[in-house]
């Protein structure tokens, strides 16, 4: 528990080896969860029963990963909010200089007599570089847009909508390109080092470096 911020979980797993060049497995997950409802003014929390999901796939031969997550979000303040992601990653090989990485994500809630949904889409490309046999760097591109069904939230409504669905953030940010590179360095077999410059351009602009 951190910040009044709380997860129970609850994973089944089940591994399906379809073949030996392609890897799959489902996982079935029950989360108990509370978070800071951002849309109020004061310290509100969202209490929330979750309900989830997970398809994954590797394909060894086309080095790509695909999973997919489908969930029922049963809110205590609100109805229920239905919600699914999908994300693709086609790693670097050979014949394929960059690694690319797709992923749209869409989620829906109920309010009052109204649908109200929030769709977001993102694509990026990254590349590895070695230093050593311990350290290497990932610069990367991306871009992202997402679409939402509110321009704002009414006040009555801030306690019942899911932040997943609309935040102000979100009406602020609907589309964006980032440069970043990540350095990463890996002393032992157990032990990683990470560090990340990112410039990201929304509307504003902004460098930071952690």
Request: glycine share 4%; charged share 30%.
């Amino acid at each position: 528990m951190e910040n009044g911020y709380y997860e129970l979980r609850l994973d089944v797993r089940d591994e399906i080896p379809l073949s030996e060049q392609r890897k799959d497995s489902r996982s079935f997950t029950a989360l108990l969860r509370r978070r800071q409802n951002v849309e109020e003014d004061d310290i509100q929390f969202q209490y929330f029963l979750e309900l989830s999901t997970t398809y994954r796939s590797f394909d060894e031969v086309s080095r790509h990963y695909l999973k997919s997550k489908w969930l029922a979000r049963f809110n205590e303040e609100g109805e229920i909010t239905l919600g699914a992601r999908r994300d693709l990653h086609y790693k670097q090989a050979q014949g394929r200089p960059f690694a690319m990485r797709f992923s749209g994500s869409v989620y829906a809630q109920q309010v009052e007599n109204n649908i109200e949904w929030h769709g977001l889409v993102k694509g990026s490309l990254s590349q590895y570089w070695t230093f050593n046999l311990k350290s290497y760097h990932v610069p990367s591109f991306s871009v992202f847009a997402r679409w939402l069904s509110l321009s704002e939230a009414p006040d009555e409504f801030a306690d019942r909508l899911d932040n997943d669905v609309y935040s102000d953030y979100k009406a602020d940010h609907r589309f964006g390109i980032a440069l970043a590179d990540s350095f990463i360095y890996e002393p032992w077999r157990d032990t990683r080092w990470v560090g990340l410059i990112e410039s990201f351009l929304s509307g504003n602009f902004y460098i930071r470096a952690r």
